[in-house]
């Protein structure tokens, strides 16, 4: 079977001084990131569609439900590291700010608080689960960069928790066989995107 992840599209810049979840919903780059990713997978059949409960997550993945005609189940175990944190700031924009904050961030300051192997071991899991519950079948997977990271690390034997960026709406399938066997069959696949920045050279 194949089991696609999907890292959401980009979302607005929250920082709440109530401590509350940011919980961000999607910017307006980001809602047309998610239409063009629908717009893209359109011509493939998957036979379940799943997302993280984030608010980033299932919006981006309300196009693909409707494009592909399925239901999207929310699965718990997909959620990010930092869903309970007040603040996100998408990491295009830290760098930009604050290149030192950006350094430490992705040198372990973006998980520091959290136990990050327990979260490997939920989101490896929960995918596995997934994958149990659809022998033979294609399922869609629409989560963040620390899950796609944490399972492609598990399949790959890679131990640094984030050793690469998937980019918004990026597609990375893996697929798993029924003797437990799981492998990588391509990574952070952003052709929509590209596509989508040619348009706008042209129009210039």
Same mark, same amino acid.
């Given at each position: ?10 979302? !607005? ?6 401590? %509350? ?52 189940? %929310? ?24 290149? !030192? ?10 998980? %520091? ?77 952003? %052709? ?13």
């Amino acid at each position: 079977m194949e089991v696609a992840l999907v890292r959401h599209a980009l979302p !607005e810049r929250v920082e709440r001084v109530d401590g %509350a979840p940011a919980d961000p919903q999607l910017s307006s780059v980001g809602r047309a990131q998610a239409e063009r990713l629908a717009g893209w997978l359109a011509g493939e059949r998957f036979d379940a569609l799943y997302t993280s409960p984030l608010r980033r997550a299932a919006e981006t993945a309300a196009p693909l439900a409707e494009t592909l005609g399925l239901n999207a189940i %929310a699965e718990p175990g997909v959620a990010e590291y930092d869903a309970a944190s007040s603040a996100y700031v998408p990491m295009e924009e830290l760098k930009a700010e604050d290149p !030192e904050a950006w350094r430490a961030a992705v040198s372990g300051g973006l998980y %520091a608080e959290i136990d990050i192997h327990a979260f490997r071991r939920e989101v490896v899991a929960s995918l596995d689960r997934l994958i149990a519950g659809h022998p033979g079948q294609r399922i869609l997977v629409v989560a963040h960069a620390g899950v796609i990271n944490a399972f492609a690390g598990h399949v790959l034997g890679i131990a640094e928790p984030l050793f690469f960026e998937p980019g918004y709406t990026s597609v990375s399938r893996f697929l798993a066989a029924s003797s437990g066997h799981r492998s990588v069959h391509a990574l952070n696949e952003t %052709a929509h995107l590209r596509e989508s920045r040619a348009g706008e050279a042209a129009k210039a």
